[in-house]
C-alpha cells in the first residue's frame, strides 16, 4: 500500500481527524455556564455582540459556541502557519474566519472584521493573540468594537482538570470529563464614546480579563 503524498489531501486528511478529535474530547465535558442571559438578551433585541477571550482559553469555545448554530461568528486569526489550522477548525465549528493579526495583514483584517460583524451581529476575537504577550490586550479589539458598534463581552473557560502547554501562554487543553465552566463578563459599550477614551477602555478590560488569567 502506498500513502497519498498530496499535500493538500494529507493536509484535509490531519484536520478532519484533529477536528474530530477535538469535538469528541469535548462532548466529555461536564459544562457550567454563568451569567449568559445578559448578551443573549442584547443579541436577541438587535445588538452587536462582539466576544473576546484570552488565546490561552479558546479551544473549548470550538465546540460550545455551536449551540447557537445557524447563527455564525466573525472571528479574526493570524496568517501563520498555526494560523491556517486554526482558521480551518474553525470554520467547521461555525465560525466566519478572518485572516490577519497585528503583524500581518492587520488592518484589512480589522476592516473586514468591522464590515463581518455589522453584517452576522456576532464576532469574536482573541485578545492576546496570536504571540501575545499572554495577558496583554491588544488595542485592535476596542478600534473594532468601535467601528462595528458591537458590544463587548468577554468570556472565560476554566477546568478543574486540564493540560497546560509549554507555549506562550500556557494553552489550556481540558482533560476528557473535566467539569469545565464558561463565564461571562459584563457587557461593554465603547461605540458612544470619544475615539480619545478607547485607550482607557482598552486597559478597563484588561484589567478585568487579567483576573481570569489562568497562571
Request: net charge positive; charged share 20%.
Amino acid at each position: 500500500m502506498t500513502l497519498n503524498t498530496n499535500p493538500l489531501i494529507r493536509s484535509s486528511l490531519f484536520l478532519n481527524g484533529f477536528y474530530g478529535l477535538v469535538m469528541l474530547l469535548s462532548r466529555t465535558y461536564r459544562y457550567t455556564v454563568i451569567h449568559e442571559s445578559e448578551w443573549l438578551r442584547h443579541y436577541t433585541t438587535g445588538g452587536r455582540v462582539l466576544f473576546c477571550t484570552w488565546h490561552q482559553q479558546f479551544l473549548p469555545a470550538l465546540y460550545y459556541f455551536r449551540k447557537f448554530r445557524p447563527a455564525r461568528f466573525a472571528l479574526m486569526i493570524s496568517q501563520s502557519r498555526d494560523g491556517n489550522i486554526a482558521a480551518a477548525l474553525a470554520e467547521k465549528g461555525g465560525w466566519n474566519p478572518v485572516r490577519g493579526s497585528s503583524s500581518r495583514g492587520g488592518k484589512s483584517a480589522l476592516r473586514q472584521m468591522v464590515v463581518e460583524v455589522r453584517r452576522l451581529r456576532l464576532g469574536g476575537h482573541i485578545v492576546d493573540g496570536p504571540q501575545g504577550p499572554a495577558g496583554i490586550v491588544k488595542p485592535g479589539v476596542i478600534g473594532l468594537a468601535f467601528a462595528a458598534r458591537a458590544a463587548i463581552v468577554p468570556f472565560y473557560f476554566s477546568a478543574n482538570r486540564a493540560w497546560y502547554m509549554k507555549s506562550w501562554d500556557r494553552f489550556m487543553i481540558p482533560k476528557p470529563f473535566a467539569r469545565v465552566t464558561l463565564e461571562y463578563g459584563d457587557i461593554m459599550t465603547v461605540h458612544d464614546a470619544d475615539k480619545k477614551q478607547l485607550e482607557a477602555f482598552r486597559q478597563k478590560l484588561e484589567t478585568r480579563m487579567q483576573t481570569h488569567l489562568i497562571d
